[in-house]
């Protein structure tokens, strides 16, 4: 069965400090692993998907996360936040029939 | 582009009654899926479908039916709305394959009072 957990429901940063969000999966295979961002009142957004080419996957806006087997992690980076990164965030894991499982989401707070 | 399309974005009901969400998509997706968003509980999987014709339940079906005529469309029915069924529902579309990412419609607001 396919799982994951995110490790916070709430961070909070300022503005110009490197963001970490953190999640585990649980999966029975090679997982199929996504980061999602919800802006207030908007729908889904992809950041970045892990696509097993690379352990550091790149994504949108300067995100980046790092995919890493032997702790079962797949935590979500930024060098700098910005004041437009506020918003809730999604760890998201698939299984071969492409149902996607959510965790509980981290809302993303930036101080100025 | 139009994507995954939702609609009504907002609906009020009384309890007991029924209605439709609808959701289509032009992207020729075999995969569909409702989700049904409560704050702190991430999004959790109501029904999903592999292709026309082929539903299953997901997680939380109790209260939902769904059908699947075509490829575009996958409607969300509620037979007799209660008040624990005031959510955001979001409907969602993914191609063939692992590691396709899905595509989210804008959502539905419901309150059911």
């Known amino acids: 069965a396919q799982s994951v957990t995110q490790l916070d429901s709430h961070v909070s940063v300022s503005e110009g400090t490197p963001v970490l969000l953190r999640c585990n999966y649980s999966s029975s295979y090679s997982p199929s692993l996504f980061w999602y961002v919800q802006h207030p009142n908007k729908g889904l957004q992809l950041l970045l998907k892990?696509?097993?080419?690379?352990?550091l996957v790149k994504g949108i806006n300067g995100f980046e996360a790092e995919f890493k087997k032997s702790e079962t992690s797949f935590h979500l980076t930024k060098p700098s936040a910005h004041m437009s990164d506020a918003a809730e965030y999604f760890c998201?894991?698939?299984?071969?029939?492409?149902?996607?499982?959510f965790g509980s989401g981290t809302k993303l707070n930036v101080k100025p | 582009n139009a994507g995954v399309t939702q609609t009504p974005k907002f609906q009020v009901l009384k309890t007991g009654q029924s209605m439709t969400l609808q959701c289509a998509q032009d992207m020729n997706h075999e995969y569909m899926s409702w989700y049904r968003q409560d704050p702190g509980m991430g999004l959790r999987l109501i029904h999903y479908s592999v292709g026309a014709g082929i539903t299953d339940q997901g997680e939380v079906p109790n209260g939902y039916n769904v059908s699947r005529s075509t490829t575009e469309d996958f409607p969300l029915r509620l037979l007799s709305a209660a008040p624990s069924q005031t959510s955001v529902y979001f409907c969602a579309s993914s191609g063939r394959g692992q590691r396709t990412e899905a595509f989210f419609g804008q959502g539905t607001r419901l309150t059911v009072v």
């Open positions: 892990y696509t097993s080419a690379a352990t």
């Open positions: 998201v894991v698939s299984d071969n029939f492409n149902k996607f499982y």
